[in-house]
């Protein structure tokens, strides 16, 4: 069984996201699954999506209820140095090209994953300050 950051698959975590994702880290050959934390194409219309052009891009914009908890795990992601990266759209990218792309994610998250005036900017919707429940 491949162990990742001290744990066994399937038997803790190496870092929490936003929502309590897990994102597994292979020590050995600095591998790193990452969901949604970040992802490789843009999600933002339709020809994006369609062609999946490579590029380093924030966490889907149209779900993403708390960009501070978004950027601090973009940060603490790309400060493990990751080799390769699978993300939960686009394709797995790797090597220098990926590193760079990474560290300036990391370092100008507002300026280039998030939504100017995004509602979630000013208020995050987490279970904790109870902005996920709508009232009806």
């Not at 162990?3 to 038997?11: K, L, M, T, V």
């Not at 292979?26 to 194409?41: K, P």
């Not at 369609?50 to 950027?71: I, K, N, S, V």
């Amino acid at each position: 069984m491949a162990r990742f950051r001290g744990c066994q698959i399937g038997s803790g975590s190496t870092l929490e996201g936003t929502c309590r994702d897990i994102f597994p880290f292979g020590e050995t050959d600095r591998s790193l699954i990452v969901g949604d934390a970040f992802i490789t194409t843009g999600q933002e219309s339709a020809y994006e999506v369609a062609t999946q052009q490579l590029e380093m891009d924030g966490p889907p914009r149209y779900f993403t209820p708390d960009w501070g908890a978004a950027e601090n795990s973009v940060g603490r992601l790309s400060a493990l140095k990751p080799e390769i990266v699978i993300t939960g759209h686009g394709a797995a990218a790797a090597g220098a090209g990926m590193r760079h792309g990474l560290d300036q994610l990391s370092a100008r998250f507002k300026d280039l994953a998030v939504v100017p005036g995004s509602k979630y900017l000013r208020e995050p919707a987490t279970a904790k300050n109870r902005r996920v429940y709508r009232e009806r």
